[in-house]
């Protein structure tokens, strides 16, 4: 989220400092810049506002027993599996249910 919040405030940022131009100069559209903002107007040359890059650096961690088990294919394999018969063992548990519901009424 907060990448995201970062992004709208630069784009508001940049927004701001936009000039926008009429098309035609004796109809101005109510987004187009003020006449003042017009003649205040400069071209710049280069990067109008330079995105900085604010990298985390991870911090270094012992190695243990249960990082070297974990295997990142089989966590994947497992969840797509899961993904894939999720309908099916609803299925089968409701039928069970209703077996077991039925097999305690009688």
């Known amino acids: 989220m907060e990448s995201l919040q970062l992004n709208v405030q630069r784009l508001k940022e940049y927004k701001s400092k936009l000039i ?6 004796n109809k101005p559209k109510k987004t187009d810049s003020t006449p003042q ?3 205040l ?3 710049l040359v280069g990067d109008v506002m330079p995105f900085k ?4 650096k991870d911090t270094a ?8 088990k ?4 089989d966590a994947l394999r497992r969840e797509r ?3 894939r018969n999720w309908g099916m063992r609803a299925k089968k ?4 249910a209703e077996d077991a519901a039925v097999t305690g009424k009688k």
Do not use: D, M
Request: with cysteine; glycine share 0%; hydrophobic share 35%.
């Open 93 to 96: 548990a409701k039928e069970a």
């Open 41 to 43: 107007a400069q071209q």
């Open 53 to 56: 890059l604010k990298s985390r």
């Open 70 to 73: 974990y295997s990142c294919f």
């Open 37 to 39: 903002e017009l003649t």
């Open 61 to 68: 961690r012992k190695v243990t027993k249960k990082s070297k």
């Open 20 to 25: 926008l131009f009429p098309l035609k100069a």
């Open 81 to 83: 599996s899961n993904a």
